[in-house]
Nanobody, 123 residues
Framework: QLQASGGGLVQTGGSLRLSCAAS????????IGWFRQAPGKEREAVSC????????EYAESVKGRFTISRDNAKNTVYLQMNGLRPEDTAVYYC??????????????????WGQGTLVTVSS
């Protein structure tokens, strides 16, 4: 089971680091994705890190600002978010699968999801 945390209220240009932790499982066995959903909008893929090779992918809207990483010792995947903008405001979710990612932006690629954590960026 995944648990996302680290959300909060931040001003434009600020930073937050989201964490996706697992209980009872070693996260390095899984590919992990981050998604977000803003009010009234569809769930959007933000980033992913593939199992084994740790290849990462980013949505164009966050490239150069967000960084996904894995800390196996802490059994946690992080999403470092810098240069936050009001349009980044959303509930952020982490999701996992035991397979290599092929279409990482598609939610159905993932087998299990954590609860969301709210990120609010004020202008």
């Amino acid at each position: 089971q995944l648990q996302a945390s680290g959300g909060g209220l931040v001003q434009t240009g600020g930073s937050l680091r989201l964490s996706c932790a697992a209980s009872g499982e070693s996260l390095n066995r899984y590919s992990i994705g981050w998604f977000r959903q803003a009010p009234g909008k569809e769930r959007e893929a933000v980033s992913c890190i593939n199992k084994g090779n740790d290849v990462t992918e980013y949505a164009e809207s966050v490239k150069g600002r967000f960084t996904i990483s894995r800390d196996n010792a802490k059994n946690t995947v992080y999403l470092q978010m810098n240069g936050l903008r009001p349009e980044d405001t959303a509930v952020y979710y982490c999701a996992g699968t035991g397979f290599d990612l092929r279409s990482w932006v598609i939610p159905t690629e993932y087998d299990f999801w954590g609860q969301g954590t709210l990120v609010t960026v004020s202008s």
